[in-house]
């Protein structure tokens, strides 16, 4: 469960309250949050939908998150994702989050490795992914996923002072054997209790 709310942070760590989307781009701050697929709907990969409430969101705390992506294409290993993380320190002065500890702005070389060690191939997948009848090791089949509103538990997360509440952007790019399979922006507010 530890390594699940570990996951779960890194990825709601960067989202927030938005309505299910008629079309797919998100970019006006609403209430603290935004977000976009990069490159409108030309990527295989694309987000559809992404919801999280509260925010900002609180560290430690609940957040409720509801997700749809679409995928036109298999997602096979290796499947490498680049994330770049800045946080706001003045008003528009953003500063990039070096990756410590595979946190911030970092390259894994493939991401289907990296879940396999937060759960290991064989074991069935955690809830609520194994309610909804997600996967949770690659491949990835193409198709729609979606994650109805669900409710997780943020742990406790010791952050040096500079990086506690704020706003924050991230972008990640999405790729496959020098192919970009999808890219998304997103903006959101934290706040560290």
């Known amino acids: 469960m530890k390594s699940l709310s570990l996951l779960v942070l890194l990825v709601v760590s960067f989202a927030g309250p938005a309505p299910a989307s008629k079309g797919l781009l998100r970019q006006k701050m609403v209430n603290g949050f935004s977000w976009e697929n990069c490159d409108g709907e030309h990527d295989p990969v694309l987000i559809t939908s992404l919801e999280v409430e509260p925010v900002p969101i609180n560290v ?3 957040v409720t998150v509801g997700l749809e992506t679409k995928t036109a294409v298999p997602l096979t290993s290796p499947l490498k994702v680049v ?3 800045e946080k706001e320190m003045a008003p528009g002065f953003w500063l990039l989050i070096p990756c410590i500890k595979n946190i911030g702005s970092c390259t894994y ?4 490795e990296t879940i396999d060690s937060f759960i290991p191939a064989g074991q069935p997948c955690p809830e609520p992914l194994h309610t909804y009848g997600l996967p ?3 491949p990835f089949k193409k198709g729609t996923y979606s994650l109805p509103k669900t409710t997780f538990e943020i742990p406790p997360v010791k952050l040096p ?4 509440s704020g706003n924050y952007r991230t972008q990640i790019i999405l790729g496959n054997n020098n192919t970009r399979l999808g890219c998304f922006k997103i903006q959101v507010s934290l706040k560290e209790k």
């Open 161 to 164: 002072p500079s990086l506690g």
């Open 83 to 85: 994330v770049t993380l």
């Open 136 to 138: 949770c090791h690659c």
């Open 60 to 62: 430690p705390g609940k």
């Open 109 to 112: 070389r493939d991401i289907c």
